[in-house]
């Protein structure tokens, strides 16, 4: 398969610290400022660098290729930073690579250099062809032109004639969804209009490779559901190729056929969507310090606050892993310290790859109101429910549709192995993300 993009030791170097204003009142200000001993107003570059914090031990085992850390740890010095270090792979035509990577990994700045919005401090990236992107929303979009206009000047700026661009015009619109508002300035437009214009802009255009980032989490989940179908369409049938970037670990299973995963500027060559998923998720695993338990301080002026909340088995001992036809239980220890009439428990069990799994709430099994002081309470989930794989635990607690005390995301982690006695002997099939107790019957041959 021929190469569409050959990226060679790549870096990319910016300067920490002040930078320009770009206007000289502003300039003028900062110096009124600094004269006074006040913050600078302007500051949007801080002299701490989440990079300058060496991985640990377990994290560089957990990526398998201690290469890529290596380069990064000597990244930052007193004045610069690299976002990217050495970074070289090849991204196949027609292919739909995935980046994954933690914030602050350098992904941005990939696309940004792929898209030529800044270009490399050192090394070279070779593309065939024109690359559409969507960085950011409202990216090449200029905001007095109407919808319409902004269609025509992005495929300039990509070098199509004028013919080529009204031939998809009313693809594009129909896509976008905007065409009430195609005449009317984007200045007006929401951030989801935007985006919705913006993407149907970037897919519909003919160009060579298309680079898209975590932008489409602005959409609604209809119209990202739509995007990613157009981006398989764009890579399956018209033989382009995709560079997604997202945080959305099912939205990257289910699209992309590589990955590759940026760790603190440096890259890890590409390879297989769950295998470079699996890394990712470990190098998080390692970097939060997930328990199967986890404990709060409590803050005096909340009326509800979580104490601890804890994963056990049947005998209420703390575990890190439970076989898939196990039940565990979730131990919940909570403070109320106000009565509020209609207060709801909820606790919510997720996947590795982001997916609500389900959700269960205290009101399905208690009616009684939630009692004063300290209190305690189990949630027990019952076996053959989950598949094997990796999960985590939300809890919340609040007043339906008026107000959350408190939301506590990936709280308890905690993994579930199939022993051999349900699915093991299906290796490597999509068996879905749950079991259910189906009920079966038969009936004798007439």
């Known amino acids: ?30 110096a009124w400022a600094k004269i006074r001993g006040k913050p600078d107003p302007f500051a949007k570059v801080g002299q701490i660098n989440d990079r300058t914090q060496k991985l640990s031990v377990g994290i560089a085992q957990s990526a398998n290729s201690p290469n890529c850390l290596l380069k990064s740890e000597n990244a930052v010095d007193a004045d610069y930073t690299w976002a990217l270090k050495d970074v070289s792979f090849d991204v196949q035509q027609g292919e739909v690579l995935g980046i994954i990577g933690r914030n602050g990994a350098g992904k941005s700045t ?106 489409l989490a602005v959409g609604d989940a209809e119209f990202q559901k739509k995007c990613i179908g157009k981006m398989k369409q764009v890579a399956s049938q018209l033989g382009r190729t995709v560079m997604f970037v997202s945080h959305n670990m099912g939205s990257v299973m289910s699209l992309c056929t590589r990955a590759c995963v940026l760790i603190n500027g440096g890259a890890e060559p590409p390879t297989a969507t769950e295998v470079a998923i699996r890394q990712y998720l470990n190098l998080n695993e390692h970097s939060s310090g997930s328990e199967t338990s986890a404990h709060f301080l409590l803050t005096p002026s909340s009326p509800f606050q979580f104490h601890s909340i804890a994963m056990c088995n049947s005998d209420g001992q703390q575990i890190t892993k439970c076989s898939i036809n196990d039940s565990v239980r979730i131990d919940l220890t909570y403070e109320c310290r106000q009565l509020i009439p209609g207060l709801e428990i909820a606790v919510a069990l997720f996947n590795s790859y982001g997916t609500r799994l389900f959700t269960t709430e205290r009101s399905q099994h208690f009616t009684q109101q939630i009692s004063l002081g300290m209190c305690s309470e189990s949630v027990v989930i019952p076996a053959d429910t989950f598949v094997a794989g990796e999960y985590s635990v939300t809890v919340a607690a609040f007043l339906p549709n008026s107000q959350i005390f408190q939301s506590l995301k990936d709280v308890v982690r905690f993994s579930a192995f199939d022993d051999g006695f349900h699915f093991s002997r299906y290796a490597g099939a999509d068996i879905g993300v749950v079991q259910v107790a189906c009920g079966w019957s038969t009936k004798p041959p007439e």
């Open 1 to 30: 398969m021929a190469i569409a993009i050959r990226i060679e030791n790549v870096s990319k170097q910016y300067r920490l610290g002040e930078v320009g204003t770009g206007t000289l009142s502003h300039d003028l200000h900062r």
């Open 110 to 215: 990939l696309l940004k250099l792929l898209s030529r919005v800044t270009a490399p401090t050192t090394g070279s990236i070779k593309a065939k062809g024109r690359i559409s992107s969507l960085l950011e929303v409202g990216t090449g979009f200029h905001p007095e032109l109407t919808g319409r206009e902004n269609i025509y000047l992005n495929g300039a700026i990509l070098g199509m004639h004028r013919h080529e661009i009204s031939n998809q015009l009313d693809a594009i619109v129909d896509f976008s969804g905007c065409a009430k508002y195609i005449d009317t300035p984007v200045k007006r437009y929401s951030s989801g209009m935007m985006v919705r214009l913006g993407f149907a802009v970037a897919a519909h255009l003919e160009c060579e490779t298309l680079v898209v980032d975590e932008v």
